[in-house]
């Protein structure tokens, strides 16, 4: 999962902080999630990314474009997402989070676990905000909000989902029995490496995969052609749509999609209504019965029947140019005599569109 922790750019003046911030970010990469924080070198921050990275973890930083200008970004972390103010990276940050944990730190670190706490009052947000009580650190907050409930201001119900953790077993016990109700409830995912699962993406090309577009309605097509790769040092996957195809429209107008990947093979009910039937004549949803998954930073939802999940905004694409495709290619694929919007179309050119993979993970 993508764990998004607040703190401090300042060492602060117990070396147990130091401590606890490395060996909070230890376990963060060991155990396979990934790290959401502010982006910054130094102080606690630049400690935490650091033991992340060196723990073999990935580490996403959103840092407000005048940080970036100021020279604060921790130039070695996996990913950095450049934000025009304050108040868009908070909002970035609740975006990628699966859990939020504020370490303890000052007013900025107030300002962002409060925004978190308030959204999971709300019932905005659906995920474990943890208030890392190193010391007794956090006692005073934890009187505060204890206060508001005598006063009648607050409850226990909109308080349910704020904890306090004194240690990182505490953190990790949390996490876990989260991790546990929300695979009750259906809504687990597990974030991966997408390296680590090249070889069942590759592999499950060939029988088909889905693309999934969500414009005018949520639309699937099966694709055979793809890559995983690397483009601009960023984790890309590019896919060919025939110019045809009612995908296309959708992909121009929204510049993101999900890829869905079977994990236990296909299922012949998807694979011939996304990969034989056109989304201008049915709604595939219905037709092929599809089970869909809210997706986690874009707006185009995954397929539960097939888990292995790629969200991708699409970084670039490019039409085919007829004339530089091998002549025996070109006649086989593309002789000209099925009309575009056919589903076994052969008239239309194909255009490559690559997507930036922005998440991915397994849904449970
Ligand atoms: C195994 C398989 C692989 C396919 N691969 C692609 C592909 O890579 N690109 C493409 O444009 N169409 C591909 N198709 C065809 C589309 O899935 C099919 O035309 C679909 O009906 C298009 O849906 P849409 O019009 O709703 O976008 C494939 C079909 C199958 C069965």
Same mark, same amino acid.
């Given at each position: 999962?993508?764990?998004?922790?607040?703190?401090?750019?300042?060492?602060?003046?117990?070396?147990?902080?130091?401590?606890?911030?490395?060996?909070?970010?230890?376990?963060?990469?060991?155990?396979?999630?990934?790290?959401?924080?502010?982006?910054?070198?130094?102080?606690?921050?630049?400690?935490? &990314?650091?033991?992340?990275?060196? &723990?073999?973890?990935?580490?996403?930083?959103?840092?407000?474009?005048?940080?970036?200008?100021?020279? +604060?970004?921790?130039?070695?972390?996996?990913?950095?997402?450049?934000?025009?103010?304050?108040?868009?990276?908070?909002?970035?940050?609740?975006?990628?989070?699966?859990?939020?944990? $504020? +370490?303890?730190? !000052?007013?900025?670190?107030?300002?962002?676990?409060?925004? @978190?706490?308030?959204?999971?009052?709300?019932?905005?947000?659906?995920?474990?905000?943890?208030?890392?009580?190193?010391?007794?650190?956090?006692?005073?907050?934890?009187?505060?909000? $204890?206060?508001?409930?005598?006063?009648?201001?607050?409850?226990?119900?909109? =308080?349910?989902?704020? #904890? +306090? $953790?004194?240690?990182?077993?505490?953190?990790?016990?949390?996490?876990?029995?989260?991790?546990?109700?929300?695979?009750?409830?259906?809504?687990?995912? =597990?974030?991966?490496?997408?390296?680590?699962?090249?070889?069942?993406?590759?592999? &499950?090309?060939?029988?088909?995969?889905?693309?999934?577009?969500?414009?005018?309605?949520?639309? $699937?097509? @099966?694709? !055979?052609? !793809?890559?995983? !790769?690397?483009?601009?040092?960023?984790?890309? +996957?590019?896919?060919?749509?025939?110019?045809?195809?009612?995908?296309?429209?959708?992909?121009?107008?929204?510049?993101?999609?999900? @890829?869905?990947?079977?994990?236990?093979?296909?299922?012949?009910?998807?694979?011939?209504? #996304?990969?034989?039937?056109?989304?201008?004549?049915?709604?595939?949803?219905?037709?092929?019965?599809?089970?869909?998954?809210?997706?986690?930073?874009?707006?185009?939802?995954?397929?539960?029947?097939?888990?292995?999940?790629?969200? #991708?905004?699409?970084?670039? &694409?490019?039409?085919?140019?007829?004339?530089?495709?091998?002549?025996?290619?070109?006649?086989?694929?593309?002789?000209?005599?099925?009309?575009?919007?056919?589903?076994?179309?052969?008239?239309? #050119?194909?255009?490559?569109?690559?997507?930036?993979?922005?998440?991915?993970?397994?849904?449970?």
């Amino acid at each position: 999962m993508n764990i998004t922790v607040y703190l401090g750019a300042n060492p602060g003046s117990d070396p147990a902080l130091e401590r606890a911030a490395r060996e909070l970010g230890g376990w963060i990469g060991e155990s396979g999630h990934a790290l959401v924080y502010g982006g910054s070198k130094s102080g606690l921050m630049g400690l935490l &990314a650091e033991s992340v990275l060196r &723990a073999g973890g990935e580490v996403t930083g959103v840092e407000p474009r005048f940080f970036v200008d100021a020279g +604060f970004v921790y130039d070695a972390i996996t990913r950095l997402i450049v934000t025009e103010d304050m108040a868009q990276r908070k909002a970035k940050m609740i975006e990628l989070g699966d859990a939020f944990i $504020a +370490f303890p730190g !000052g007013t900025g670190t107030l300002e962002e676990i409060a925004e @978190v706490m308030s959204k999971a009052s709300l019932g905005h947000l659906d995920a474990p905000c943890i208030l890392y009580n190193l010391n007794g650190y956090y006692d005073g907050l934890k009187a505060q909000l $204890a206060h508001m409930i005598e006063m009648g201001l607050s409850s226990p119900e909109k =308080q349910a989902g704020i #904890c +306090f $953790a004194d240690s990182l077993d505490g953190i990790r016990e949390i996490l876990r029995t989260s991790d546990s109700h929300r695979r009750e409830n259906g809504t687990m995912k =597990q974030t991966i490496r997408v390296n680590e699962y090249a070889n069942q993406i590759v592999s &499950a090309l060939p029988k088909g995969v889905l693309l999934n577009t969500n414009g005018d309605k949520f639309n $699937a097509m @099966v694709i !055979g052609w !793809g890559h995983l !790769g690397t483009l601009w040092s960023r984790p890309t +996957f590019h896919v060919y749509v025939r110019q045809g195809r009612y995908t296309k429209g959708q992909l121009d107008r929204t510049g993101e999609f999900t @890829v869905s990947i079977p994990l236990d093979g296909v299922d012949p009910v998807i694979n011939r209504v #996304c990969g034989g039937q056109s989304g201008f004549n049915i709604d595939k949803v219905r037709e092929a019965g599809l089970a869909l998954e809210d997706a986690r930073t874009i707006g185009t939802p995954g397929v539960r029947q097939y888990p292995l999940t790629l969200e #991708c905004r699409v970084l670039y &694409a490019q039409d085919q140019d007829l004339s530089r495709i091998p002549e025996d290619i070109r006649a086989r694929m593309y002789p000209q005599d099925v009309p575009g919007t056919a589903p076994l179309a052969n008239r239309d #050119c194909h255009t490559m569109y690559v997507g930036e993979i922005v998440d991915a993970y397994i849904i449970g």
